[in-house]
């Protein structure tokens, strides 16, 4: 199985950046999907980034143009660099592992990100 671990969370003020890590270990050689999900207080959880292992990627429409998802095969890492933060960022972000092939997912814990002056 994968287990992951994310990091980089915080406070921070409106217009500010925030890059998030998610470290991933176990059967990594198995996925071929990363992607990042926020889930705000009272919401349901959301999409925000994903990156395929050929390295396509896509966005939700509220991120898009701020955010870059990214994939470090060689350190099993997977970054969300956020620039230009807006109070309705603010979430707790979790970091998904995917094998396509038999739709297994893997979470991690999740880490919050406020953004607030």
């Known amino acids: 199985q994968v287990q992951l671990v994310e990091s980089g969370g915080g406070l921070v003020q409106p217009g500010g950046s925030l890059r998030l890590t998610c470290a991933a270990s176990?059967?990594?050689?198995?996925?071929?999907?990363m992607g990042w999900y926020r889930q705000a207080p009272g919401k349901e959880r959301e999409l925000v980034a994903v990156?395929?292992?050929?390295?396509?990627?896509a966005y939700a429409d509220s991120v898009k143009g701020r955010f870059t998802i990214s994939r470090d095969s060689a350190k099993n890492m997977a970054h969300l660099q956020m620039n230009s933060l807006k109070p309705e960022d603010t979430a707790v972000y979790y970091c998904?592992?995917?094998?396509?092939?038999?739709?297994?997912?893997?979470w991690g814990q999740g880490t919050q990100v406020t953004v607030s002056s």
């Open positions: 998904l592992a995917r094998r396509s092939y038999d739709n297994y997912d893997s």
């Open positions: 176990g059967m990594i050689f198995s996925i071929n999907i």
């Open positions: 990156i395929h292992n050929s390295g396509n990627t």
